[in-house]
DNA sequence: AATGAATGAGTATTCATTCAT
DNA sequence: AATGAATGAATACTCATTCAT
């Protein structure tokens, strides 16, 4: 056990390694910008070596996205666990989504990316239901989350605007910051939504408009 | 007069039909996706062509993107100068957001890619802040709008809330999509992000949190 | 004969502006820097145009070429037809040099593209010995002009030392410019090869060396 | 200490097949016609290799330019070491050069290259700098080897006049030759120069010119 | 296990030239 | 006569990936 798990460990040390360094890539350079011999420079490993840890480029870009969605889990996974007033439920999604912006801003990032038609293109079948799966069951813990906070039925949906609202506003954000516009500062930006939106998922839709 | 005249119309049209297809490749392929050779191809030109009409590839996906912000503009402006009261601005709003997505889609999905770091690298100076006062000033539109709508002073926040949850829904959907996962219908999800925003904006924030 | 004869000087005038481009285009971006297209901007024809007056790009920049060895020529002749003494010749050869280089440094310029081996691959075989044929006629003139000069038989290759040296001596100028090195005063370099070359043309050979 | 020197060794080697080849390129189809396309059919490498051992197509050909110095400053050390008397100093020189042209034509070559004024365009300045002092110390290297064989003071203007006559008249063969025009053996040619120059060298100039 | 070497398939852009009007 | 439009063939350089060692 002893040598073969050491190996294990160390192999897996490695991969770390190179997410590390594709996760930095990703956030200096941008998805397109992240080449493989970037990646490979700031590890420390030649380029060939990378891929002995992984199949693909794709590969080692999707385990960051897979990563990131572990990591909200896991978050979510907490204040479920919490077991918290409804009226104290929002404010922890939000402190949430801070902390996952503030450690995985890749992770946000990489949404937008899966959202170009092309990008899903080379990912084979599995992987993306894989994908959607993992994510889906995010939503779904959210849905859990917002249970007794909103109407009910409408968790769903609120789960959607929640995390919809977040990373819109984080590009707009990103867009105006690369343009050398101003923007307005996160917290508040942030804060404002939240507490429009939960005013609007207490008091429901007045009628149904469609 | 008359074939001079002529000319110019003829060069406008081969100018547009360029940029048709480079709208196209942009929604169909992504925007690194789309190449100098799949817009030639799609309108019908060798590469060489395009050179004639647009001086950079850059040049002819910003025009794409002037193009968006222009259209944007126009229909902000005929809310503006429509005069309606508070109540029937804010589903105005949301229509106009509507008509654009059907109309100029490739417009909401730059807004994504202006986000990447490395994207606005080789973009000059100038058009950057050309690219920042367009966009701007179409912030300014929805701002006006939203005076009496929202509480005095947040008109600001309230335009980027309405825009950042409008293209962050549109990415989560495309994202849904393109992963083979069900999406709600976007009327109910735009229609209920409408109504949830709208009812923070009326209240506005019990306190500032930061 | 009014109206055509005109028509015949128009045309020539314009070839003339044509030439008169090209000529500063190779002296500002050299030989392979100057295209077509900044011809045709120089002169404020279209590019299409230039096609009227010559058949190829290569018969406007040989139309140089065929220039400056006229120029030459005509030079060369009038220092023949002034029948100096000997001792006097050889000053006016250096002062003719000055004079080309000073009114078509572009001519000089041109000798070491018809050095390079692919640069005379386009032309055709007539035109070659054309210019080979106008070419040997000035160092026939040349070595005319040092007859008496030089040892008896050794006219010839005293001319090409001459032409030589001047053009080296330009070449070693033009790289040193060009890197920022400093360089000696032209009329003290050309003065001194003159006297060099003069002192041992007069000498003639001590001894056949070969 | 085995394995590494011997891939060292190796890569080395396939730098200077790559040399080689443009070498061959550059003499046989001029430094514009020189493509990396060309290089890499000509040492039976890959386009994409190229890059592998060369930062760019400037950097090939570069290195050909800075082999060629350093040849030249090593053979003129060798004059420099041999300690001749003043009068077979000048044969020596003559000899070298001869070498010179035999071993690294392309070196000469390049000298007419880097004299259009858009050729060093891209260089870098330091580069640039570079080049102007490597050059610059074989000069130096000439004008000692001619001390005490010209007038005190004229080592260096000898200097860039034998040089100068040399370029030049090899430009002048090439030109014939390629013009299919005939053109005196070079060795006489060689010969003759050095000993006019070498008369006038001694004998100093009468007054100055200027 | 790790890597240097090697490469096929791109990628935006340039240029001399032709042709219909 | 003059030109705007159009293009085939190049061109330097990039990138993810493979393979022998």
Redesign the interface.
């Known amino acids: 056990m002893g040598i073969q798990e050491r190996r294990q460990r160390e192999k897996e040390a490695r991969r770390q390694s190179v997410l590390d360094a594709a996760r930095t890539m990703v956030?200096?350079?941008?998805?397109?910008?992240t080449t493989t011999k970037s990646i490979a420079e700031r590890c420390e490993l030649s380029e060939a070596t990378l891929f002995h840890y992984f199949r693909n480029k794709d590969e080692i870009l999707l385990s960051l996205l897979f990563e990131g969605i572990a990591y909200t889990a896991d978050l979510l996974d907490r204040i479920i666990a919490a077991d918290l007033p409804p009226e104290e439920r929002l404010i922890r999604v939000w402190k949430t989504y801070d902390l996952i912006i503030r450690e995985h801003p890749e992770y946000v990032?990489m949404?937008?990316y899966?959202?170009?038609?092309?990008?899903?293109m080379n990912i084979s079948?599995e992987v993306?239901?894989e994908?959607?799966g993992a994510?889906?069951d995010n939503f779904r813990r959210l849905a859990t989350i917002l249970k007794g906070v909103v109407t009910d039925g409408?968790e769903?949906?609120?789960a959607?605007?929640l995390?919809?609202?977040?990373?819109?506003?984080?590009?707009?954000r990103?867009?105006?910051q690369?343009?050398?516009?101003s923007a307005?500062?996160r917290?508040?930006?942030m804060?404002?939504?939240f507490?429009?939106?939960?005013?609007?998922?207490?008091?429901g839709?007045?009628e149904g408009?469609?």
């Open positions: 956030l200096e350079r941008g998805f397109n910008g990032h949404f937008g899966l959202a170009r038609p092309q990008a899903t079948a993306k239901s994908i959607a994510s889906g409408e769903r949906i609120a959607d605007l995390w919809g609202a977040f990373i819109g506003l984080r590009t707009l990103e867009t105006r690369n343009l050398g516009a307005l500062p917290a508040r930006e804060g404002r939504v507490e429009m939106l939960a005013a609007g998922l207490r008091t839709p007045s408009r469609e």
